[in-house]
């Protein structure tokens, strides 16, 4: 079985678009455009996403507006500063982290990324 890659958007970096992975990302850059994964995403303190986020795990540290829609865990880390719409089953929020927006507590209808 093949390993699902595991993706960087560096720091310094800024894509205008939308990205679909089937494995992991991370985010230390700018994105403004969507995101999708059928791994993990983590938004690191450097980072920035303007567009919507599909996942099955969120990690974020940095900035993110838009819509999140998330299968499973959600974590807002402590430099997290989020304006978001949220759809996600587990959420988890530290405390220093800013989350404005609205939450719903449900399971997502996420449609994976084609391979």
Not at 27 to 42: F, Q, T, Y
Not at 85 to 105: N, P, R, S
């Amino acid at each position: 079985m093949e390993t699902p890659a595991r993706n960087l958007i560096g720091k310094g970096t800024v894509i205008k678009g939308d990205v679909e992975s089937s494995g992991d990302i991370r985010v230390d850059g700018r994105l403004i455009g969507s995101l999708k994964s059928n791994g993990k995403i983590v938004i690191g303190q450097t980072g920035v996403v303007e567009g919507d986020l599909t996942c099955k795990q969120a990690d974020i540290s940095g900035v993110v507006k838009g819509i999140l829609k998330c299968e499973e865990l959600t974590a807002l880390k402590s430099t997290s500063k989020v304006e978001i719409d949220l759809i996600t089953k587990q959420l988890l929020i530290e405390v220093g982290a800013v989350f404005t927006g609205k939450c719903q507590m449900t399971q997502p209808t996420v449609q994976p990324v084609s391979k």
